[in-house]
């Protein structure tokens, strides 16, 4: 291959994955053109991509990106699957997916320039809260001392209430109330 078609395969890449901040690596040899076919539209609804990419191309164009840290895995048959939702989503899928299909392969996975290889790392990122369950834990976490504050200065409030509430309903009915003391 010549260095100007070279020099356009970087630069598309480039372009490709330029807000990408986190992809996970499979390898998809050995798979069947219909199984590869229905992932790939499976993954497609979710907006989720599949490229596969030449690796010593693709390390030059994520030098200095988020995508840089995929470098280790960037050996031998590799596609990147990447898209617009969280990784840890498409790494979720992914690992419901391999365990359905043998041929295909985790081979690693990146998200915010941290690696996590081989099918653990992409299985061990399967399991982290996406940004909105993550976001909705922090609000719940902030909350709930409130929740507790409020708790304790209500539940006095409720004690005497229910006593001026018996005291009501005893004087209603014409009983005596006995002098606390």
Do not use: H
Not at 21 to 42: D, F, H, I, S, Y
Not at 66 to 94: C, D, F, H, M, W
Not at 110 to 128: N, Q, T, Y
């Amino acid at each position: 291959m010549s260095k100007p078609i070279k020099n356009m395969i970087v630069s598309e890449y480039r372009k490709r994955f330029e807000q990408v901040e986190g992809a996970v690596l499979v390898e998809l040899r050995g798979m069947p053109a219909r199984a590869n076919t229905q992932l790939r539209a499976q993954l497609r609804t979710s907006r989720v991509r599949v490229t596969v990419v030449k690796n010593s191309l693709a390390k030059r164009a994520f030098a200095g990106t988020p995508l840089e840290a995929l470098n280790p895995g960037l050996k031998g048959p590799r596609a990147i699957v990447y898209g617009q939702t969280s990784v840890v989503s498409i790494a979720r899928e992914l690992v419901k997916t391999a365990e359905a299909n043998e041929q295909l392969s985790l081979m690693g996975a990146c998200i915010d320039g941290a690696w996590f290889e081989g099918a653990e790392g992409v299985k061990r990122l399967s399991k982290f809260p996406t940004r909105e369950e993550a976001q909705s834990q922090f609000v719940t976490l902030i909350l709930s001392p409130a929740r507790k504050v409020v708790g304790s200065v209500v539940s006095p409030g409720k004690r005497v209430l229910g006593i001026v509430k018996q005291v009501q309903e005893r004087l209603e009915k014409g009983e005596t109330i006995a002098k606390a003391g």
